[in-house]
Structures are given as structure tokens and as C-alpha cells.
């Protein structure tokens, strides 16, 4: 039998097999669950699982409000399981600059001048104390250049208005401002710097505002998960005390073991320290054993992530797998009866094909083209919706807040899912064909004319 014969018995059948309705809905299902929830389940579990990953999430600070952390309670912190690290922190924590200039060789960039003085520019300043690291995707890391640079977002947001977190943010490619100076000063005309006393945590000593330059050598890949924003900038820990101490050395502040900033500056017990834990599971079991030994601890992580995420990547993953499994379950009970019930209705046209001549392989291959021709559309308009879903949610969520880029599906994981859905297509009919040629092989040519 030649192809276009063995096409036309296949979609006149198909066009008179009522059944063929319920196989392509139970198909498109199928590949709308596999491609369009499962390519969001993995965008989201990735972005938790970066943010659980990164060392801000799982770092938490400890301060001598209790009871100084001297060198016996650093040793018993070190000592809870769970916990990599104990380090002083040093520099700068969340210190907001306004931002007063973005130039280069060339001098100032007009266009940048131009939106800082419309909206006003602020950055948030961090230094990374001790053995902290923050990758870059370009550029340079603070470990290749230390002293007055930084690194930004890849998606850099350096103003002061509110658009960031209402949506349609023309953000600026960090990757493009490498290279360029950032010149900023302390906002509120201090720099503000926090110190532990006798029994009081947190003191807060104002000094003089300065400026400072800072050169953008390389670009991080913010995570959007986390509470950390787009005006987000980092420092070396070098960098932030020299900051630091350029501003003490213009305040004319005294101090010296007998007062409390000298104790402070010169007690090492009086400090604050970062503590890092192995994994973000384990930060409630370090925090509990904190408290247990009398230590003053913060209650979350140097990086938040919002609850309602986690709520939302667990809501995902499980309607991922169950929705998955209940589609694939449904369109082999589908195609199944379809074949079974095609071979029982048809009893009699197969003996007739038979009885003129038509041999089995040809008719299996008339059947099987029929339930193929059926999966490939409903394929196709499942990936079509799904393709076109997802492109509007990438588009809407790509230039919207910047915590919204956890939606963001990446095209070659939808890629990936849309392959799986396309080989279910194929390889679940050809099973449920192969499962009946036994029955096929069984019809006569005597029962055209006994059709019941």
C-alpha cells in the first residue's frame, strides 16, 4: 500500500472516529502539563535552590548583647555542627550612598547624569568580610581587584524613585558600566557606622560624609529571590575599612581602650561575627543551639527570602509530578481504548481489507498512522499554547519588579520538556499499537462478513 493510501484511509478515519476527541484533548493536557507547569516548577525550584546556595542566605550575624563573644564562646560556636565559619565583621553592612556621578576616562555619561538628577541616584553599599565570595558572570572579582571598586547587578538599578518595585523598570546592563567610576557620599550627610557597648547593642556614631570613588570592575548575577536589590553594590572587605576609617580619621573622634568606641574598635569580644552554616536547611538548628549557649544572634539570614516563594516552588513541583503522571497515566488509558475499541468497531472493514488483499503490516501501519496523526496535533496545540503562555509570562515578568525574574522560564529547559512531550507522543501510541497487533493478526478475512 503506498503512503498517500495508507494517509487517506487514516484521516477518513480519523474524521469518523468520535473517540479520537477524547485522545486529543487527554494529548494536549499532557503537553501543556510537561512543557508549561514543569518548565515553571524548575525556574522556580532553581531560583530557590541559587538563593539557598548562596553564602548571604546562609550567613547570619552574632553579637555580644548576652555575653561578649570572646575567644571561649567563638570556640563553642565553631564547634555546633553545622557551622563552617565564624569571622569578625568588618567594613561596611547596608550602607546607603547616594550616587552623585557615573563617569569614565571621557567623563561623566550625560545620559546617566541625566536620570540621576531626574530621579536621584542611591546605591547599597556591602563589603565582603572575611572569607566571603561573590561570583561574576564579566569582569573581574574583588579578590583580582581590591582596594575603592566594585562589582554591581548584571541588571543595575542606581535610582532613587519607586519604580523598581511597581514594574516596567528600564534597568541598565551592568555589563556596559564596567570600567566606569561610580562617585558617591553617604546619604543623610553621615556615614553611619554601628558599635556594641557594655550591655547595649548597636550604638550608632555618626561621621562626616565623604566621598568616594568607586571603579565598577565586574558584574554578579543578582538573585531574585532573595531581599538583596537591584542597586545592590559590593566591596572588598579592604575597601570597606579603608572607607571606614577615612571617615573616623575626618571626624576627630577620640578614641582608645578606655572609652567605648576604643573598646569596640580594639576588643575583639565587643564585635559583631558572621556566622556561616553549611546549608540554609540548617539554620534553624544553629540558631536554636545560639540561644542555647546564651548568644545573641540575628533571627534570618544576611539574604531573606519571601515565604510566600517557597510556598509557591513546593505548589509547583507537586503539581509538576502529580499533574505529569495523572496526564501520562490518562492518554495511555486513552490511546489504549482507542486502539482496542477501533479494532472491535472496525472488526468487519479489517476483514475486508484483508479479504482484497491488504496484509496485516499494512493495516497496523493504516492504525498506526491514525493515532500518530491524532498525538502529533494535539502536540502541536499543546506546545502552541504552552509556547505562547510562556512567552507572556517571560515577557510581563522580565521587565516588571525585580523579584519577578524568578518566573522567568529559561527557553532551553522548556526546549528540553517540549522533546520529552514530543517523544510521549510517538512512543505511547507505538506501544498501545504493538500491544494490539495481537488482535489484529487474529481478524479474518470471513469477518467482513460476521461485523458485530
Given at each position: 500500500?503506498?503512503?498517500?493510501?495508507?494517509?487517506?484511509?487514516?484521516?477518513?478515519?480519523?474524521?469518523g472516529?468520535?473517540?479520537?476527541?477524547?485522545?486529543?484533548?487527554?494529548?494536549?493536557?499532557?503537553?501543556?502539563?510537561?512543557?508549561?507547569?514543569?518548565?515553571?516548577s524548575?525556574?522556580?525550584?532553581?531560583?530557590v535552590?541559587?538563593?539557598?546556595?548562596?553564602?548571604?542566605?546562609?550567613?547570619?550575624?552574632?553579637?555580644?548583647?548576652?555575653?561578649?563573644?570572646?575567644?571561649?564562646?567563638?570556640?563553642?560556636?565553631?564547634?555546633?555542627?553545622?557551622?563552617?565559619?565564624?569571622?569578625?565583621?568588618?567594613?561596611?553592612?547596608e550602607?546607603?550612598?547616594?550616587?552623585?556621578?557615573?563617569?569614565?576616562?571621557?567623563?561623566t555619561?550625560e545620559e546617566?547624569?541625566?536620570?540621576?538628577?531626574?530621579?536621584?541616584?542611591?546605591?547599597?553599599?556591602?563589603?565582603?568580610?572575611?572569607?566571603?565570595?561573590?561570583?561574576?558572570?564579566?569582569?573581574?572579582?574583588?579578590?583580582?581587584?581590591?582596594?575603592?571598586?566594585?562589582?554591581?547587578?548584571?541588571?543595575?538599578?542606581p535610582?532613587?524613585?519607586?519604580?523598581?518595585?511597581?514594574?516596567?523598570?528600564?534597568?541598565?546592563?551592568?555589563?556596559?558600566?564596567?570600567?566606569?567610576?561610580?562617585?558617591?557620599?553617604?546619604?543623610?550627610?553621615?556615614?553611619?557606622?554601628?558599635?556594641?557597648?557594655?550591655?547595649?547593642?548597636?550604638?550608632?556614631?555618626y561621621?562626616?560624609?565623604?566621598?568616594?570613588?568607586?571603579?565598577?570592575?565586574?558584574?554578579?548575577?543578582?538573585?531574585?529571590t532573595?531581599?538583596?536589590?537591584?542597586?545592590?553594590?559590593?566591596?572588598s572587605?579592604?575597601?570597606?575599612?579603608?572607607?571606614?576609617?577615612?571617615?573616623?580619621?575626618?571626624?576627630?573622634?577620640?578614641?582608645?581602650?578606655?572609652?567605648?568606641?576604643?573598646?569596640?574598635?580594639?576588643?575583639?569580644?565587643?564585635?559583631?561575627?558572621?556566622?556561616?552554616?553549611?546549608d540554609?536547611?540548617?539554620?534553624?538548628?544553629?540558631?536554636?543551639?545560639l540561644?542555647?549557649?546564651?548568644?545573641?544572634?540575628?533571627?534570618?539570614?544576611?539574604?531573606?527570602?519571601?515565604?510566600?516563594?517557597?510556598?509557591?516552588?513546593?505548589?509547583?513541583?507537586?503539581?509538576?509530578?502529580?499533574?505529569?503522571?495523572?496526564?501520562?497515566?490518562?492518554?495511555?488509558i486513552?490511546?489504549?481504548?482507542?486502539?482496542?475499541?477501533?479494532?472491535?468497531?472496525r472488526?468487519?472493514?479489517?476483514?475486508?481489507?484483508?479479504?482484497?488483499g491488504?496484509?496485516?503490516?499494512?493495516?497496523?501501519?493504516?492504525?498506526?498512522?491514525?493515532?500518530?496523526?491524532?498525538?502529533?496535533?494535539?502536540f502541536?496545540?499543546?506546545?502552541?499554547i504552552?509556547?505562547?503562555?510562556?512567552?507572556v509570562?517571560?515577557f510581563?515578568?522580565?521587565?516588571?519588579?525585580?523579584d519577578?525574574?524568578?518566573?522567568?522560564?529559561?527557553?532551553?529547559?522548556?526546549?528540553?520538556?517540549?522533546?520529552?512531550?514530543?517523544?510521549i507522543?510517538?512512543?505511547?501510541?507505538?506501544?498501545?499499537?504493538?500491544?494490539?497487533?495481537?488482535k489484529?493478526?487474529?481478524?479474518?478475512?470471513?469477518?467482513a462478513?460476521?461485523?458485530?
Amino acid at each position: 500500500m503506498k503512503i498517500k493510501n495508507v494517509r487517506f484511509l487514516a484521516n477518513a478515519n480519523i474524521k469518523g472516529n468520535k473517540k479520537s476527541s477524547s485522545v486529543l484533548i487527554s494529548m494536549v493536557i499532557l503537553v501543556i502539563c510537561l512543557t508549561l507547569i514543569s518548565s515553571f516548577s524548575l525556574a522556580i525550584t532553581n531560583g530557590v535552590n541559587e538563593y539557598k546556595s548562596d553564602s548571604s542566605a546562609r550567613t547570619f550575624t552574632i553579637s555580644p548583647y548576652y555575653r561578649p563573644l570572646d575567644e571561649e564562646a567563638i570556640n563553642e560556636v565553631l564547634e555546633i555542627e553545622h557551622v563552617e565559619s565564624v569571622e569578625m565583621l568588618q567594613g561596611m553592612r547596608e550602607e546607603m550612598f547616594d550616587v552623585l556621578t557615573i563617569s569614565d576616562k571621557n567623563g561623566t555619561d550625560e545620559e546617566l547624569q541625566k536620570q540621576i538628577d531626574e530621579k536621584g541616584g542611591t546605591v547599597e553599599a556591602w563589603s565582603l568580610n572575611g572569607s566571603r565570595k561573590k561570583s561574576v558572570v564579566a569582569g573581574k572579582t574583588l579578590d583580582e581587584s581590591p582596594e575603592f571598586s566594585c562589582i554591581v547587578p548584571d541588571r543595575f538599578y542606581p535610582f532613587d524613585d519607586e519604580y523598581e518595585f511597581a514594574g516596567d523598570v528600564d534597568y541598565l546592563d551592568g555589563e556596559s558600566l564596567i570600567g566606569k567610576t561610580l562617585t558617591v557620599k553617604p546619604t543623610f550627610d553621615h556615614y553611619e557606622t554601628f558599635y556594641n557597648t557594655d550591655g547595649v547593642l548597636h550604638e550608632i556614631l555618626y561621621l562626616p560624609a565623604l566621598e568616594y570613588k568607586l571603579k565598577i570592575v565586574g558584574v554578579y548575577r543578582e538573585i531574585p529571590t532573595s531581599d538583596g536589590y537591584p542597586n545592590s553594590v559590593f566591596v572588598s572587605e579592604e575597601t570597606g575599612r579603608l572607607i571606614e576609617q577615612m571617615a573616623f580619621d575626618a571626624s576627630g573622634v577620640e578614641y582608645s581602650p578606655d572609652n567605648d568606641i576604643g573598646k569596640w574598635l580594639y576588643d575583639s569580644s565587643m564585635r559583631d561575627y558572621y556566622v556561616l552554616v553549611d546549608d540554609y536547611d540548617n539554620l534553624d538548628y544553629v540558631m536554636n543551639k545560639l540561644t542555647e549557649l546564651n548568644i545573641f544572634h540575628d533571627f534570618d539570614s544576611e539574604y531573606h527570602m519571601k515565604p510566600a516563594i517557597f510556598t509557591i516552588s513546593a505548589i509547583f513541583s507537586a503539581a509538576s509530578i502529580f499533574l505529569t503522571i495523572a496526564a501520562v497515566i490518562l492518554s495511555i488509558i486513552n490511546i489504549m481504548q482507542s486502539s482496542v475499541n477501533s479494532l472491535l468497531d472496525r472488526k468487519g472493514e479489517i476483514g475486508l481489507l484483508k479479504s482484497i488483499g491488504y496484509k496485516d503490516k499494512q493495516i497496523f501501519f493504516t492504525l498506526y498512522y491514525e493515532q500518530i496523526a491524532v498525538t502529533l496535533r494535539a502536540f502541536l496545540i499543546g506546545a502552541g499554547i504552552s509556547a505562547i503562555i510562556t512567552a507572556v509570562v517571560n515577557f510581563i515578568n522580565t521587565y516588571r519588579s525585580y523579584d519577578s525574574r524568578i518566573y522567568v522560564v529559561n527557553w532551553f529547559d522548556f526546549l528540553i520538556f517540549l522533546a520529552i512531550s514530543l517523544a510521549i507522543a510517538i512512543i505511547v501510541p507505538t506501544i498501545c499499537q504493538v500491544i494490539t497487533l495481537k488482535k489484529l493478526n487474529k481478524i479474518q478475512p470471513k469477518d467482513a462478513m460476521n461485523e458485530t
